[in-house]
């Protein structure tokens, strides 16, 4: 999700002052794990991170099927280069989904999905909140306070998926019209996923005396999110997906977000909050 999001914060920039693309990195053309961009015009550069658990951890692989979590230590590469930062945008939520291993330390917390090892189940919603905390304890410990410049923290909320059945049999997210008010409530989990972002700003925001230059607010987009079934590629994740005839089993994509579309309106609300902090 953050990915989308700084591609619809790109173009919105590009409307007043191209971005300049100075740097990437990472074999996927796709993702690439970090690129960076200046606007001469206003000296401003915006960088894109990935790092999908915002804590250190290492991906399923080929010959691993189950990420591996270091949930007290934050991303050594976003988290080097915090110092030089003036705003960070944090997004996190889907790849928790996935089969884990938790470590705090030396210690194996537990795991999310890990028949075969022996492990205790734990889930994924504690491993996000760990990693979340962790994340905004490292902010604060290196920018809070009254040291140095001031730094802008805002968290994002999580953005539910609209697949009908399973994402990995053929589900599909065929909806055309957004969902009128009332005609869907959340899903538990995605009510959760988004509660435990909230209950963990407000609890660092509780900290007035040590939270001192850093302002930290929620990007609260779940419900906006919820409401939009078809803001989502769905077959078109793939150009010309129906080039040769309708499939049986067409490959979608119901997580990530159509440009223009509904997520647009996430940054809009982000230009709002940082209007506010201004006033």
């Known amino acids: 999700m953050a990915r989308n999001q700084l591609e619809s914060l790109l173009c919105m920039l590009s409307?007043?002052?191209?971005?300049?693309?100075?740097?990437?990195?990472?074999?996927?053309?796709?993702?690439?794990?970090?690129?960076?961009?200046?606007?001469?015009s206003h000296n401003v550069t915006v960088s894109s991170y990935w790092s999908p658990f915002l804590v250190n951890g290492i991906e399923k692989?080929?010959?691993?099927?189950?990420?591996?979590?270091?949930l007290d230590s934050i991303h050594g590469k976003w988290g080097s280069d915090l110092e030089g930062m003036d705003m960070v945008v944090l997004s996190v939520g889907h790849w928790f989904l996935h089969p884990a291993v938790y470590t705090d330390g030396d210690s194996v917390l537990g795991c999310h999905y890990c028949p075969g090892l022996n492990h205790t189940e734990i889930g994924?919603?504690?491993?996000?909140?760990?990693?979340?905390?962790?994340?905004?304890?490292s902010i604060l410990q290196k920018r809070g306070g009254s040291r140095g410049n001031s730094i802008n923290v805002i968290v994002t909320t999580f953005?539910?998926?609209?697949?009908?059945?399973?994402?990995?049999?053929?589900?599909?997210?065929?909806?055309?019209?957004?969902?009128?008010?009332?005609?869907?409530s959340l899903e538990a989990m995605d009510q959760q996923m988004r509660d435990i972002v909230i209950e963990e700003v407000d609890a660092i925001k509780s900290h007035d005396k040590k939270i001192g230059r850093m302002r930290l607010e929620v990007l609260d987009i779940t419900k906006l999110a919820y409401m939009r079934p078809d803001g989502h590629p769905g077959p078109y994740m793939n150009p010309f997906p129906f080039a040769n005839g309708v499939r049986e089993r067409m490959q979608n994509d119901c997580v990530h977000w159509c440009l223009p579309g509904p997520i647009d309106t996430w940054n809009e609300i982000l230009l709002q909050v940082m209007k506010r902090w201004e006033d």
Do not use: M, Q
């Not at 409307?15 to 001469?40: A, C, K, N």
């Not at 009908?164 to 055309?176: N, S, V, Y």
């Open 124 to 137: 994924f919603y504690d491993p996000l909140r760990r990693a979340i905390k962790t994340t905004l304890n």
């Open 61 to 70: 692989s080929n010959e691993v099927s189950y990420n591996k979590l270091y």
């Open 159 to 184: 953005s539910p998926h609209h697949f009908e059945g399973p994402w990995d049999k053929a589900g599909a997210c065929p909806k055309t019209e957004p969902y009128k008010e009332g005609e869907k």
């Open 15 to 40: 409307t007043v002052s191209p971005p300049e693309l100075i740097y990437r990195d990472g074999e996927d053309s796709h993702l690439h794990i970090f690129r960076r961009w200046i606007i001469p």
